[in-house]
């Protein structure tokens, strides 16, 4: 298939590969911030191709994995209203909060259906006056826009029965937090090649001075993720430090101006919880004061509803890379996709379903 | 803090395959199903016809042997490109007879009926069925109906049965895969489940796939005819895809498999809906087309006679039985890499970005 066949080439990351073995004197730790690209490396064996001394560390930047155990229970509260059609895009709806999932609420009878946009929850409201429907804002920035244009949206059509329940997280704050953090082994980053889409990757230069790292905006297919590494393995090397476009097919330095300018207009920058990892200041969105009335939250009054997280889940351990998801001494046992302890074994793009799904159990 | 009793009691966050209730995912031919299947249907039905786990018994009567399945029909839309539920149910039952190697001779058709349902969707789709079995040359001998509440079904759900005779010689079973058994699959996958997914509702996308859904056993009898005793397992991919049905086989003989990722047939647009969907096709649903697991020296009759066949022009080699890793499926990605191929949980789920 053109566009994407030649990024599956079997010569081609020979070719990366053999120059990465050439460039690669020395350990190295390297984090690939985003789930979708865990994914592929973990899919097509790519953190078993490369050079042994460079370690590849899965990061938190899978958004389905880090909303928090509260906001999922939160959310099972609301999609057990008689009145509420609650709506999730899929891979959502079968992460366990603390006593059941989205799934099985729909199971008891729940309306909960699977939507491919936000804009489709904001068709079912309008198609369903009498009902109120909720859509489950999930992501990082790359989903903003598209939620945000969902409240707008519902605000220009008079809908007074859409709410969105917000749990959008931000890449920036979670890198500095992992590099911040004791005991931090990372050294450089593949920023996540779809959030700089939308972002552009001007909030990196910061950071890579801060910490003196280098981080690469990379793609998603195979041979972006061998560049990318690539890339940053050859910074490391030189001594180099700062940002650098790998996927500059669909990134720009200023991103998507207009899709920012709508996050800007709907979300304000607050204080989140991430799962796993617990609260990160000024990492998450929520929605401004003026489009209060659309925040599902305050709507359904479940702001009290806290959880506790499970003792034995090292999904926190997993997320900041301080552990490789087979070191967890329940992985494919106590902890398996079927029966998840934590959020990463359940989502496609979590570390821990991947390192299960594709047979890493050493 | 919880201790190690506490946690795998009630404060277990959830476990899944321990819901109190039925889930989807129990019906979508992953891990789920399987685990219904064993831990409850095994356990109360058990029997050596049954403990085989193939697409259909195989009975020893007097004068041969006949292999007998049964399977219901739920799909959503009713009609769908390339077919509709009436279709479906003929040559979902006719496959899973051909799987066992044998020529299918008679079906049974149970309609359970919604109130309410337009007669003329009705006929539609009895024409459809009975358009099906004709071509097939399987004569319908026997049936039910039920009609349920306004409410209490999707329209029409249907159930058929099948038998067949297997002719002498032939022997299909998913134990009988043996080291250095060549692994093909007989055209290009994952077609008929994305062609519903491009019709679902909320996720119409403009595609002219229209569903694989074919009767195969005309194709299998002349499969069997040329390699006969060479062919040692046959079976139908459909819900759970390709991958699933590869890992079943894999652990019903305890040999592992080892699959190309590249020279797995995949049409462009399939490729095109699974990469926005976040769809591996290997766990997308046929209901066209079959893999068949053959000696080393007949698999260039097998080739030539799928190839010459419609529903075969896509066969190709996709893998082979290896003595390393059994009970288990390993592919060799496109760039190089090695990974396993498990059975999915549950269903597959579009993903968020």
Same mark, same amino acid.
């Given at each position: 298939m053109k566009y994407v066949d030649e990024y599956r080439d079997e010569a081609s990351a020979r070719r990366y590969l053999d120059a990465l073995g050439r460039i690669t004197t020395r350990p190295w730790y390297i984090m690939e911030i985003c789930g979708g690209q865990t994914h592929t490396v973990v899919k097509a064996g790519i953190d078993r191709l490369i050079p042994e001394n460079v370690q590849l560390v899965h990061g938190p930047g899978c958004p389905v994995c880090v909303t928090s155990l509260e906001l999922i229970d939160k959310a099972l509260a609301i999609a057990r209203r008689p009145e509420v059609i609650f709506t999730s895009f899929g891979d959502m709806i079968r992460v366990p909060g603390s006593g059941a999932d989205l799934l099985s609420v729909k199971a008891e009878g729940g309306d909960v259906r699977i939507v491919y946009s936000p804009l489709d929850a904001v068709k079912i409201a309008a198609a369903n006056p009498d009902r109120q429907v909720v859509f489950f804002a999930v992501g990082f920035e790359t989903t903003a826009p598209a939620n945000a244009m969902s409240v707008v949206r519902a605000r220009d059509l008079g809908l007074k029965n859409y709410s969105i329940l917000s749990s959008q997280v931000l890449v920036p704050p979670a890198m500095e937090a992992i590099l911040g953090a004791p005991g931090n082994l990372v050294q450089g980053f593949l920023a996540a090649g779809h959030v700089c889409a939308v972002m552009g990757y001007w909030e990196y230069g910061p950071i890579a001075e801060k910490y003196r790292i280098p981080v690469v905006v990379t793609g998603f297919e195979p041979l972006d993720l061998l560049q990318g590494i690539t890339m940053a393995v050859a910074a490391l090397e030189e001594g180099r430090h700062g940002v650098e476009n790998q996927y500059s097919r669909a990134v720009t330095y200023e991103g998507n101006t207009r899709a920012q300018a709508l996050i800007q207009q709907v979300f304000e920058v607050g204080d989140r919880k991430w799962r796993g990892i617990g609260e990160i200041p000024m990492s998450g969105l929520s929605l401004r004061e003026e489009f209060a009335a659309f925040d599902a939250e305050r709507r359904f009054q479940v702001e009290a509803i806290t959880a506790e997280e499970s003792a034995e889940c090292i999904a926190g351990d997993i997320l900041r890379g301080l552990k490789k998801p087979h070191e967890c001494p329940a992985f494919g046992t106590r902890c398996t996709p079927d029966r998840p302890l934590g959020a990463p074994m359940v989502s496609a793009e979590g570390a821990c379903a991947a390192y299960y799904q594709y047979g890493r159990t050493v | 803090m919880n201790d190690f009793a506490g946690f795998m009691g009630a404060t277990c966050p959830i476990p899944l395959d321990r819901y109190p209730t039925v889930q989807l995912a129990h019906g979508g031919g992953g891990r789920f199903s399987a685990q219904l299947v064993r831990d409850m249907y095994l356990a109360a039905f058990g029997n050596p016809a049954l403990d085989v786990l193939h697409d259909g018994a195989v009975l020893d009567v007097p004068g041969g042997r006949l292999a007998f399945s049964t399977d219901s029909f739920v799909v959503k839309p009713l009609f769908f490109p390339g077919g509709d539920i009436g279709s479906l149910a003929a040559h979902g039952t006719l496959n899973d007879i051909a799987m066992c190697g044998a020529k299918p001779m008679a079906m049974s058709v149970g309609f359970i009926l919604e109130e309410g349902l337009p007669m003329d969707d009705l006929w539609r789709i009895v024409q459809s069925l009975g358009a099906a079995v004709r071509r097939a040359g399987v004569p319908v001998v026997t049936g039910d109906t039920k009609v349920v509440d306004h409410?209490? #079904?999707? #329209?029409v759900y249907i159930n058929t049965t099948g038998i067949g005779m297997i002719p002498p010689g032939v022997e299909i079973a998913p134990t009988r895969a043996r080291l250095g058994d060549v692994v093909i699959v007989s055209g290009e996958i994952a077609v008929h489940g994305i062609a519903i997914m491009s019709v679902r509702e909320g996720l119409e996308f403009e595609t002219a796939l229209e569903s694989d859904s074919a009767d195969l056993s005309g194709l299998v009898g002349r499969v069997l005819a040329a390699a006969g005793n060479g062919v040692h397992v046959l079976r139908d991919p459909t819900r759970g895809g390709v991958a699933s049905a590869l890992v079943e086989i894999a652990q019903s003989a305890q040999v592992g498999v080892l699959i190309e990722e590249r020279a797995i047939p995949v049409g462009d647009e399939v490729r095109g809906a699974c990469e926005i969907l976040g769809f591996d096709p290997l766990y997308v649903a046929n209901e066209g087309k079959f893999l068949a697991i053959v000696a080393p020296e007949v698999v260039g009759e097998v080739l030539r006679v799928m190839r010459a066949d419609p529903l075969g022009q896509q066969a190709a080699v996709i893998g082979e039985v290896v003595g390393d890793h059994p009970g288990r499926v390993i592919l060799h990605s496109s760039v190089g890499g090695l990974r396993a191929v498990d059975m999915l949980s549950g269903e597959q789920l579009p993903r968020i970005c």
């Open positions: - | 409410g209490s #079904g999707d #329209g």
